[in-house]
């Protein structure tokens, strides 16, 4: 067994991939519950799939990808808001014409400008290419996320149940709703490695909904969201190594097994319960 | 000084005219029940009252003062629906948000302070501190969120609907508590349907339907004309019909 886990890490890229993977993890895991409990899943997806002009421009301009998906993530949740409140429609609608448009931007300006960058591997990650440099960035990332959210805990919580009241007792809602953004699109950039855009949904919505099932408090809830992130990262990139499956698919599969896991005892256990009363 | 004040208020959205020349006034320790239909502009009158929205035209004033200004001691209660009661919170945690404004950055809800502790005795849910807000009942979610207004000290408490969808014991049980904090010297200005629930403890009542039918104490306002003018023909024969029961007026 301990040759079984020690074998990988025998590689530098399997070591820096295994950092990698769960330092991503644990930071959109930590955003996960709010993602979750505010009902802004879908808005996740928009936002991820936002970010792809944003790193086709930045590259055209030669600055910072960071920078570009960054201002696409935040603008994109902006544009939502501003098509749902102009054009009175749904979110649910808003949301979808805005991530599919701005998707579908980011592949044609990529296809035309044709980067370096490998766009299969923006799409659906691949942490077994990460550099160093990289996993230095979504540490940083991951650092300033963890310290944000620990930062404002009270006041996230009191948004993201009550947004309403939160305005009214004087939690400033839009800067905090920019600052989850901003944090959102921070968390989907460190991803874009490991799981990609496509599939860094998964560790944002995943994580949260599973610990949901089980949790009874907000703490709770954000340990138990770090912790099936953290197993999902670990037990993805080994199964990866051995099965010689794609690692970004692995990770997503991992978190999205332990759900059904989850679900499953919890649903036999209230059932075995009923039963017994 | 008034405790809530509107003058000559309009409200529109976009081409839509929500409220028409709204006035009315109410001194401080006076309970205000504000009825009409659905869509007849409660919501927004509370809402305005809360700061949350600015009138199109015409003034409103808690305290003497804008509601911008009175922040803190302005408390509101949205509609049950308007939650997320599977949100993983105890009663405690619900409560304590009524202290956040007290705490600084990097401190989580400080459930041990005693306001959090007199709110819960007030509203009867001391035995329910540590149980998850979604293993309550309705009536006690509301007496929660009547709570986590007490905890916050506020003057002003602006509360929508909250008697709606409760049986009678967990209604008679939120309208004392009401009663208890408008003897404290607190304001009380309550959106609802319930016409019979507003006759014995109300101080005043406003007839909405968009514009201000009629103001003033519960049996002067609500008369079969006013009733009439504010539901309409249709349904007013059953709030008659309550009104003569619970008031013995015929």
């Known amino acids: ?277 | 000084m008034y405790a809530v004040e509107l003058e000559s208020v309009s409200l529109r959205y976009d081409e839509v005219v929500a409220l028409r020349d709204i006035t009315f006034k109410s001194e401080a320790g006076k309970m205000v029940a504000l009825i009409g239909p659905n869509g007849a502009g409660k919501t927004s009158i509370l809402k305005m009252l809360a700061g949350l929205l600015r009138p199109s035209s015409g003034e409103v004033r808690v305290l003497g003062r804008d509601p911008a200004r009175a922040r803190g001691l302005i408390t509101y209660t949205p509609q049950r629906e308007d939650v997320y009661w599977e949100y993983p919170l105890t009663v405690r945690e619900l409560v304590a948000m009524g202290n956040i404004r007290r705490r600084g950055l990097f401190k989580w809800l400080n459930t041990r302070d005693s306001r959090v502790d007199t709110a819960l005795r007030l509203v009867m849910l001391e035995d329910l501190a540590s149980r998850k807000i979604s293993e309550l009942s309705g009536g006690q979610q509301q007496r929660a969120f009547l709570a986590r207004a007490i905890c916050q000290s506020g003057e002003v408490y602006l509360l929508d609907e909250p008697i709606a969808g409760l049986d009678a014991p967990s209604e008679s049980m939120l309208l004392e508590i009401l009663k208890a904090l408008r003897d404290q010297g607190k304001t009380i200005v309550m959106a609802t349907h319930d016409i019979s629930a507003t006759l014995e403890i109300f101080d005043y009542v406003a007839l909405i339907r968009n514009e201000l039918v009629a103001f003033g104490p519960p049996k002067e306002v609500l008369t079969s004309e006013n009733l009439v003018n504010t539901y309409g023909g249709s349904t007013v024969a059953l709030h008659l019909d309550d009104l003569e029961k619970v008031a013995g007026w015929k």
């Not at chain 1, 994109?76 to 098509?83: F, M, N």
């Not at chain 1, 749902?84 to 044609?108: C, H, K, P, Q, Y």
């Not at chain 1, 300006?109 to 980067?115: N, T, V």
């Not at chain 1, 953290?230 to 759900?259: D, M």
């Open chain 1, 1 to 277: 067994m301990f040759e079984l886990l020690a074998e990988p890490m025998g590689y530098e890229f399997m070591r820096v991939a295994l950092l990698t993977s769960v330092i991503v993890a644990v930071t959109c895991s930590v955003l996960s519950s709010f993602v979750v409990l505010r009902g802004w899943s879908l808005l996740g997806d928009a936002v991820s799939h936002s970010v792809l002009p944003g790193i086709a421009i930045a590259l055209a301009l030669n600055i910072p990808y960071l920078v570009g998906a960054l201002l696409a993530g935040v603008g994109s949740s902006a544009l939502i808001g501003l098509v749902e409140s102009r054009a009175r429609i749904r979110n649910d609608t808003a949301i979808g014409v805005v991530m599919t448009g701005a998707f579908a931007t980011g592949l044609i300006l990529l296809s035309w400008m044709r980067p370096a960058m490998d766009v299969f591997h923006v799409l659906f990650g691949n942490p077994l290419g990460v550099s160093p440099s990289d996993m230095l960035l979504s540490a940083a990332i991951g650092s300033l996320v963890v310290f944000t959210v620990a930062l404002l805990l009270k006041e996230i919580v009191a948004y993201t149940f009550d947004p309403i009241f939160s305005k009214v007792i004087g939690v400033p809602t839009t800067i905090l709703h920019y600052t989850l953004m901003i944090l959102l699109s921070l968390a989907i950039v460190s991803a874009l490695n490991t799981v990609g855009i496509i599939l860094v949904i998964t560790l944002l919505v995943t994580p949260g909904a599973t610990a949901q099932i089980v949790s009874r408090n907000i703490a709770q809830m954000l340990g138990m969201s770090i912790l099936i992130g953290a197993v999902s990262a670990v037990t993805g990139l080994y199964l990866s190594y051995y099965l010689s499956i794609s690692s970004g698919g692995a990770i997503a599969g991992v978190a999205t097994l332990i759900f059904f896991g989850v679900l499953l005892v919890k649903s036999l256990s209230q059932w075995l319960k009923r039963d017994k009363d």
